[in-house]
């Protein structure tokens, strides 16, 4: 994948000096990488029994929030290459967190289903990450948490607003956990999101 540099300058208001702009870049890079981290990846590492990778559980979260689900449709929703999404599958399948189920009418076609270790995994390590965060925002006042939570929403609507994300690259793919409160969803129909 070749990453593509921006060469124009993006001209921006007089109030959005270099200083200003610096440091929000900084302030994002130290976010994301707590969530990653301390939030994501090495939460992982602390539950899972087995060596998980970040991806894979991407899989087994897609697979937990929609039905009726074949290769095809992960590699699509993880926007992965169809191999990819295969050899994920043999993995995920040998260490006994997901299965394959034919179906009746058509044996051509294979489903994917989480087994109960799978779904107990992502149950587990969801609900320790909710915890986690949820301690994180308790020692944040009322103003603070509405202004993050805002100020999340209206940067993710700008991005999607002047292009610069495109809402299926940064869709989460929720499924039936679809939250109407998605900076996404409130600006596309339900039906944009999968």
Same mark, same amino acid.
């Given at each position: 994948?070749?990453?593509?540099?921006?060469?124009?300058?993006?001209?921006?208001?007089?109030?959005?000096?270099?200083?200003?702009?610096?440091? =929000?870049?900084?302030?994002? &890079?130290?976010?994301?990488?707590? $969530?990653? !981290?301390?939030? @994501?990846?090495? /939460?992982?590492?602390?539950?899972?029994?087995?060596?998980?990778?970040?991806?894979?559980?991407?899989?087994?979260?897609?697979?937990?929030?929609?039905?009726?689900?074949?290769?095809?449709?992960?590699?699509?929703?993880?926007?992965?290459?169809?191999?990819?999404?295969?050899?994920?599958?043999?993995?995920?399948?040998?260490?006994?967190?997901?299965?394959?189920? =034919?179906?009746?009418?058509? &044996?051509?076609?294979?489903?994917? $289903?989480? !087994?109960?270790? @799978?779904?107990? /995994?992502?149950?587990?390590?969801?609900?320790?990450?909710?915890?986690?965060?949820?301690?994180?925002?308790?020692?944040?006042?009322?103003?603070?948490?509405?202004?993050?939570?805002?100020?999340?929403?209206?940067?993710?609507?700008?991005?999607?607003?002047?292009?610069?994300?495109?809402?299926?690259?940064?869709?989460?793919?929720?499924?039936?956990?679809?939250?109407?409160?998605?900076?996404?969803?409130?600006?596309?129909?339900?039906?944009?999101?999968?």
């Amino acid at each position: 994948m070749q990453v593509r540099l921006v060469k124009d300058i993006v001209k921006l208001p007089i109030a959005l000096t270099d200083e200003l702009l610096n440091h =929000a870049e900084l302030v994002a &890079r130290v976010f994301l990488q707590a $969530m990653y !981290t301390s939030i @994501g990846e090495k /939460l992982l590492e602390e539950l899972a029994e087995s060596d998980l990778t970040y991806s894979q559980m991407q899989a087994l979260r897609y697979l937990y929030t929609h039905k009726r689900v074949t290769v095809g449709d992960l590699a699509e929703g993880l926007n992965i290459s169809y191999p990819s999404a295969t050899n994920m599958v043999h993995r995920l399948e040998r260490k006994g967190l997901i299965r394959r189920v =034919a179906n009746p009418r058509d &044996r051509r076609q294979v489903g994917l $289903m989480l !087994t109960d270790a @799978g779904r107990e /995994l992502i149950q587990r390590v969801d609900q320790e990450r909710r915890h986690r965060f949820a301690a994180i925002l308790a020692q944040m006042d009322h103003a603070e948490r509405h202004a993050f939570i805002n100020g999340l929403s209206a940067f993710i609507r700008a991005g999607v607003e002047v292009g610069t994300l495109k809402a299926p690259d940064v869709c989460l793919h929720c499924g039936t956990e679809a939250d109407p409160n998605c900076p996404l969803v409130e600006m596309h129909a339900v039906e944009v999101c999968r």
